[in-house]
């Protein structure tokens, strides 16, 4: 480790300047004095520091927090560490003089309980606004856009977006058209390549910051799949579209976003921009990837919205001090290169607050990268990790008292405050890793498929229900045990979507199951948790994904449903689909899948018949009461899997 420089640096007053003199408690946490362009708040604090070039530059960044502020199993407060070494971070460097950013890489927020008790807190009072003060009061300089921000609609998102200190940043998505309710604030669109303190609380294309007396730019890029992971976004995202247009059958982009990066790379070059900084939400697969080798003049790119993360092979104090049981994927930072051969460095942070990525790097006065600092890596959002940077410090470091207040007052709603009542319990741990439920069935995944079949059975006992399928995206953290809490049931079933029941033929039944399989062994949020069914898949095979009907199956090997009666019918055996694909069967889903959502078109195209009036998560907790009198017992791997991959 670097010995620390007992240097301190200038500080010039924060162009952010909270107004604490207004009467509302609100305005201490979404008012602010209009910013100058110099963004001055980014330059070290103190005395003088020895040199006016400052060659280092400090990133913080984290993504994919999906206001997953506690953890709903061991109820950590997670966001209270993450503000604290935040804070701590920023602190350490100012000692050497290294300036310091902070930046978010997209799905700030999830609608679960804690995105929904803001509408419960007078001073935020509307669903997201906690997150927004949260990101506020940590200092937060940009966020480049993910999807979940908009999964609560286009109008949450204008009332977020008019709230925050900073800018939401994509080349991809065209705002001029959004259609908004009466009463909604108007997303403000700034100029692009402009200093992001002039772009506060508007959607832009990129900004520029004045960090430490050098322009750092910034540029985003929202998921080329947009648009098939958010719930109808015809009716949610009323005139929402990509730059350029998208494809009317698969949602995808019909300009790729790497010539509109490029764009925005020559504007802040333009400006005399010599650093900046790739902030994409590819996710785990992208029909239009954004390599480094495709680009130039990106430096930085903090990706976002994949499983696993990069850490260096050994912890250091609290630099790359990782969770018990985390293994990265990769090293941090990533090196590539880019079109024209300069270095490229990637960067990512594990989700839900669970670690503050720290990239320290060094750049001549060209902005080319000279070396990277040994101390860069994650850090675990953990006691251990506070007190060890405490300790570093030479004194505690504690979390700030307007973060530690907002998220008091998220705590005491009645939102919150319900969802300790204990629901059950479970003789094994439920498994909802992002990465076994987009892979493989799990426990988790065949309870939330049961409870699906079994409450639409129960509600419609007419209808005949044969099926359920549930996306594996659709499951978004485990439920440890042996105590099952409402809250963990919430975590893990975040979007709360009703369920749908429909009427499929056997060809719609194929293309739906193709697509469920399409896409391993990338770890998309389609693949499928079933009940009712049992598939036999070859990956090897080429993937079919986004199709209204099918007749000759690619990967599915074996098809064999249950229907209602018990009696069974296999529809694809051997390759080869069998029967008549006219034959109809009942499926029970979610309203997410049943609008197309995860390029699952064939049921889009079927026949709607009922939508339950309540939500997945209260459907679980009434199957795990009523249906398996409140203890759950399922083995975790499963002894018999209902999906199996041949290859």
Known sequence: MN????????????ALTVLFSVNTESADYFSWVPATCDDSQHQPAGAPCPHSFHSKLQILHSSDNESSFQDPNTLEKKILNYATLEDGLRKLARRECIPSIHITAGDHTIPGPFYQCASEVSWLGAPGLGDIAL????????????????????????RMLDRAHYPFIAVNLDFSAVELEDGTPQIRI?????????????????CWLNVGGEKVGLIGRAPADFFNVIKDPTNTLPGLDFVGGRDPVTNQPLVSAVGQVLEQVDLLEGKG??????????????????????????????????????????????????REGDVPGADYPTVRTDSVGNQVLVVNSDQQYRYIGNLIVEFDREGRIVSVDDRSGPVATTAEAVDALGDLLGRPIRTPARVEKIFSALEETPTIQDAFAVIGTTTSPLNGNRADVRSRETNLGRLAADSTLWFTREQFPLTGVDVALKNGGGIRDSILGPSIIRLTVEAALAFDNKLAVLELTGDQMVAMMENAVSRVPSLDGRFPQIAGMFLEYDASRPGIEGQASLTTPSRIKTLIITHHDGTTDTLV????????????????????????GDGYASIAAATKIETTAIGEQEILEVYIKERLGGAVDLPEPLASPRVVRLN
């Open 135 to 158: 990101y506020n009061a940590m200092g937060l300089d940009a966020n480049g856009m993910g999807n979940h921000e908009f999964d609560g609609g286009i109008n949450d998102f204008a």
């Open 273 to 322: 921009v010599k650093r900046i900084i790739l902030i994409d939400h590819a996710q785990d697969f992208t029909g239009d990837p954004l390599s480094a080798s495709t680009l130039r003049g990106i430096d930085v790119i903090v990706a976002a919205g994949s499983t696993g993360f990069m850490a260096k092979a050994e912890a250091d104090g609290p630099f790359n001090l990782l």
């Open 3 to 14: 010995i620390f420089k007992k240097c301190l640096c200038f500080f010039p007053a924060v």
């Open 573 to 596: 055996n051997n390759f080869a689909l069998q029967g008549d694909p006219a034959r109809t069967f009942i499926l029970a889903t979610n309203d997410f899948l049943s609008t197309g």
């Open 190 to 206: 700034g100029r692009d390549g402009m200093a992001c303190s002039l772009s506060r609380g508007k959607v832009v294309k990129s």
